[in-house]
């Protein structure tokens, strides 16, 4: 008999039935709820006159619509206040904890869940967001869910899922200085494609994944779902562990122990077969960047935008139409570009890591002045740390502002728009027409790559900007 993937070993222990021919029946550790997706959701709980089956598994906090600039007043926008308040009030009913406005846990859903330690390896996650795979680097099976699964979820703590097939990423070799876990993502996306994971789930693997920390291991897999895959997942190491120890909602003492024994088990079987294999090799990764309406269409900072030449004739139509959009050229160079905003946060890049990277860079310099920027915690946890640093200062000096916690301009549905025709370099997970605002453009790369072109004004080379390679050496 042949070994388990480490995805199999978390997926079959989950599976309470199966219908023949048809999904699985699995069973829900942590549902992760927020106030965009939510609403819907127990309103048909209340028309059916259901109760929340499992209360204590399920986590709320607001992320989606809070502004980022004093939230201590009423939110101006009707629908955002609507929303919520409307959680406030639905968690308040069926006596789910709530990480309020304003509370010292609230902060976007993926980033909040790893910090409290509410993620764990070997659990099944769900949330009303795509980017829940983002958990998948504890080991742990996550992906979101509609709106429809998520009253599923509270009614039933389980959710009606086919089982997607597996596929192992491997990126061996040492990573070249400058080279971070978004650029090996974005890397990755770009060989594949947006479309290259679609009916998968990914195990990342190989000696760069493992010499992430877990925070990069986070970014990694937060963009499983941009290669069109139902998720992604990391197997849980000494690194993960050493994360987990002493966080508020994480095993104690004699528990932590036993738990460890348990997630240790929690790795891909030597004979264990994929459906889909691929490796790649670190060396080749450079700062990333992109320059289309997908996050697949992205190329190494100091390479070219495809010429038509180059691209499959069933996508040049669409290739076209992304280029007038963003207003490049086929084989334009990247380096040079003028920008108009930078955004910094997002569940892919909202960490205190994140921030600590930007501002080590940023420290002593000052920010251009054709340059807008927003620099947007992920968490309460991240702005206070943020301020406990110093960060805040290194920030402030080099004519930045820290903004208070929310998903911000990764989405645009508060206050956080880019204007339209605008440019934006941005550290968050999609670059589609408009996802930053009606007729934004946005580029998406790594904080370090931000953090270049904020002191800059222009794309440019990080490596080159802060010494890290000299001209002559670089790709």
């Given amino acids: 008999m042949a070994g388990k993937t480490l995805f199999d070993k978390v997926w079959d222990s989950h599976v309470v039935s199966e219908i023949e021919g048809g999904p699985s029946v699995l069973y829900i550790d942590r549902h992760l709820i927020h106030e965009v997706t939510s609403p819907q959701a127990f309103a048909g709980l209340d028309k059916r006159g259901i109760n929340v089956l499992r209360p204590e598994n399920t986590i709320a906090t607001p992320d989606h619509n809070v502004p980022t600039l004093d939230q ?32 010292p846990n609230q902060g976007i859903v993926h980033v909040v869940g790893p910090e409290q330690g509410l993620t764990q390896p070997g659990m099944t996650i769900v949330c009303g967001d795509s980017h829940t795979s983002t958990h998948g680097a504890f080991g742990s099976v ?23 097939k597996s596929m192992r990423i491997n990126v061996e070799g040492e990573l070249k200085p400058g080279v971070t876990s978004k650029d090996i993502i974005l890397y990755i996306i770009s060989q594949i494609t947006a479309s290259g994971g679609t009916g998968y789930f990914i195990e990342y693997a190989g000696s760069a994944i493992r010499s992430l920390s877990m925070e990069g291991r986070m970014t990694i897999c ?18 993960t562990f050493k994360y987990m ?46 320059y289309g309406t997908n996050p697949g269409m992205g190329t190494g900072i100091t390479q070219y935008i495809p010429r038509e030449d180059e691209i499959e004739p069933s996508n040049l139509k669409s290739f076209r139409k992304s280029m007038q959009y963003m207003g490049f050229n086929a084989g334009d160079k990247l380096i040079g570009k003028s920008i108009d905003y930078v955004f910094v946060g997002s569940c892919t890049n909202g960490r205190i890591e994140d921030l600590r990277e930007f501002a080590h860079y940023v420290k002593g310099l000052k920010k251009a002045n054709n340059v807008t920027a927003w620099i947007v915690p992920g968490s309460k946890q991240v702005e206070k740390q943020a301020i406990e640093e110093g960060i805040v200062e290194i920030l402030e000096e080099a004519g930045f502002e820290l903004r ?16 339209e025709g605008k440019v934006a370099v941005s550290t968050s997970n999609r670059n589609f027409e408009g996802r930053q605002g009606p007729g934004a453009r946005t580029m998406l790369a790594s904080p370090f790559t931000a953090a270049a072109v904020a002191i800059t004004g222009e794309i440019a080379d990080p490596r080159q900007v802060f010494g890290i390679l000299e001209p002559e050496k670089a790709m």
């Fill in 222 to 239: 937060n963009m499983s779902i941009e290669s069109g895959a139902r998720g992604g997942l990391i197997a849980p190491d000494d690194t």
């Fill in 404 to 419: 208070q916690p929310g998903c911000s301009a990764c989405l645009a549905m508060n206050d956080d728009k880019i204007p």
């Fill in 245 to 290: 120890k002493g966080r508020k909602y994480a095993p104690e003492g004699a528990d932590f122990d036993k738990a460890v024994a348990y997630w240790k088990s929690l790795r891909t079987d030597d004979d264990a077969e994929f459906d889909k294999e691929i490796h790649f090799r670190a060396e080749d990764i450079e700062p990333m960047i992109t």
């Fill in 142 to 164: 996550a992906f979101g869910i509609g709106t429809s699964e998520v009253e599923m979820v509270l009614a039933t703590q389980c959710i009606l899922q086919p089982k997607p």
């Fill in 72 to 103: 201590h007043l009423p939110i101006k926008d009707y629908l955002s206040s609507f929303q919520v308040n409307k959680l406030t009030e639905n968690t308040e009913k069926h006596g789910i904890t709530l990480f309020g406005l304003n509370t």
